[in-house]
């Protein structure tokens, strides 16, 4: 990625989208930058796949404008576009063998025949599929056909490549492993590309910007690290990664009130004395050891359950005391194991002020 300088390579400016009565983009606007994977994120019915596919023009916007490289497409049908497509369901012929299907778009083109073959193969042995042009997408597995699908994609050799959930069919070790491949050749070949998808793991592992949304807005844009660790909302807090969320009032400069506890916070988000608030701590920001007695912020907790997730345990904590608060906390095997931690331990923890975000709390 060349960084955020200069003109954006994609402008979308006030985009609205209706269908009827119902408003599935609302004033959306957001820019591009040239060579950045981008990431649209969210639950189903968001309006990523809408944003998606107005920029693909699969979909007209009601209102507002795009500009790709500096040409206004707002109105322009997709032929007209300058984009390659990848669909969840990939969407290959299957009456046509890999061969044609890589090659259409450039067949459609009026290509020379000899242009075309170079091309399919330069494109196969690029996705790691070099022998199976004479095969059929039915011959080919589920990662193989997207393999394919990105390839006949990227034929025309697109300004902007456009991914609509393309992992989501996958198994997980095949997702996992077609993940990496997509973003190392993303940076190889430098193409701006935006991807659908509402797995939060997806997001963070492939995007340079990931761009939050939620009813038909966006509730943030920002890098992987900022979304996971300064969500500008609950709702944002609470959608990618674990979150605890602890009802609290504020009570005085940098002090919050929570279960009948107090506790400092370094930033208050301009709430005020006596204002209700969520307090919010990611689990594996809860310090869990060498915590002393009289340390800032400690409270002293008993393990309720363990989950066991491989290299860490995910363990409900509450207050010895019965005062609260509950909080859910990640703990290492090495810490399990050094500590003799199990269901009824008790021990101290403390929440880091620096760690602990507050949001106003709303009805």
Known sequence: MDGTAGAPYLGIRHL?????????????????????FVVFLGPSGCGKTTLLRAIAGLDIQTAGTIHQGGRDVSALPPAERDFGIVFQSYALFPNLTVDANVGYGLVSRGKPKAEVRARVAELLALVGL????????????????????????????????????????????VRQHLRQELRDLQRKLGITTIMVTHDQEEALALAD???????????????????????????????????NFLDASVSGPGIVAVGGRRFRVDELNGLTPGTAALVCIRPEDVKTRNVEPGAENALEVEVRSLEFLGSFARARLAASDGAGPDLVADLSINLLRDLKVEAGTCFLVSLPADRLRIYPKTP
């Open 16 to 36: 609205t989208k209706r269908f009827g009565q119902f408003t599935a983009l609302d004033d959306v606007s957001l820019d591009v930058y040239a060579r950045e």
């Open 209 to 243: 910007r990931i761009v939050v949304m939620n009813h038909g807005v966006i509730d943030q844009v920002g890098t992987p690290t900022e979304i996971y660790r300064t969500p500008a909302s609950p709702f944002v807090a609470d959608f990618v990664g674990t979150m």
């Open 130 to 173: 070099p022998d199976a042009g004479p095969k059929y997408p039915a011959q080919l597995s589920g990662g193989q056909q997207q393999r394919v699908a990105l390839a006949r994609a990227l034929a025309i050799s697109p300004g902007l490549l456009l991914l609509d959930e393309p992992l989501s069919a996958l198994d997980a070790r």
